[in-house]
């Protein structure tokens, strides 16, 4: 299996600009998590689907950030307009119907300057 | 009081050396509780699932302590692979989601 995939791995932009980040799950996993990870506060999550459905996203930031998944296979986590301090490493999770453990991928790296 | 609590370390010590981790956690009602491992500029892996029990893995041994909502994580016969940083993780109330320590850093020396 190709594991969680993550798109970009890195991504620099400028203040203002909309970033779009990507995430393919393990087939056959059924929940998906977006954290964020900066050394200042730890890894945090964002948001949580299940069965492609939000089920908490009392974790996104502000209005600026939005997520979707529109299908088993696809999600996105899209912060428009950045910010400086959105800078982080941006993790996508993985998850199946028979455990707690979490798959995660590679990251995107978001540097906003 | 933060949810799960780590000391951030870092742990500097030689090989062969024995090393353990804490960490606290304040939800008295969380009933799931593991170690995640993670590189440096790599993502989270699981290493263990922690039991009330205690749970041994090779040189790794995982305790808990629910009265004390403690979790420890030892590690014996210390290796250079070893280093990395270790997360201290607890599964929430609800059981949908895991809550991250911030990290102990373990730095394993010749």
């Known amino acids: 299996d190709a594991g969680v995939i993550q798109s970009p791995r890195h991504e620099v932009t400028e203040m203002g600009q909309e970033v779009t980040l990507r995430c393919k799950p393990i087939?056959?996993?059924?929940?998906l998590f977006w954290y964020r990870q900066t050394m200042m506060r730890g890894l945090e999550l964002l948001i949580y689907?299940?069965?492609?459905?939000?089920?908490?996203d009392s974790g996104m930031p502000e209005d600026r950030f939005s997520a979707k998944m529109p299908n088993a296979s696809f999600s996105t986590l899209k912060i428009q307009p950045s910010e400086p301090r959105d800078s982080a490493v941006y993790f996508c999770?993985?998850?199946?119907?028979?455990?707690?453990?979490?798959?995660f991928g590679p990251g995107t790296r978001l540097t906003v300057t | 009081r933060k949810e799960v609590e780590q000391d951030p370390g870092p742990f500097n010590v030689p090989e062969g050396a024995t090393v353990a981790f804490n960490c606290t956690y304040s939800?008295?009602?969380?009933?799931?509780f593991f170690w995640y491992r993670q590189d440096c500029r790599k993502e989270p892996k699981l290493l263990m699932s922690?039991?009330?029990s205690g749970n041994e893995d090779g040189r790794f041994t995982a305790q808990l302590n629910r009265a004390s909502q403690y979790i420890s994580l030892l590690i014996r016969d210390s290796k250079l692979s070893d280093s990395a940083t270790y997360l201290c993780?607890?599964?929430?109330?609800?059981?949908?989601?895991?809550?991250f320590g911030k990290g102990t850093t373990l730095s394993v020396s010749s």
């Open positions: 689907f299940n069965n492609n459905v939000p089920i908490d």
């Open positions: 939800n008295s009602a969380s009933q799931s």
């Open positions: 087939s056959g996993h059924n929940s």
């Open positions: 999770a993985t998850r199946g119907t028979q455990t707690y453990e979490q798959y």
């Open positions: 922690v039991y009330s």
């Open positions: 993780v607890v599964l929430n109330q609800a059981g949908t989601a895991l809550i």
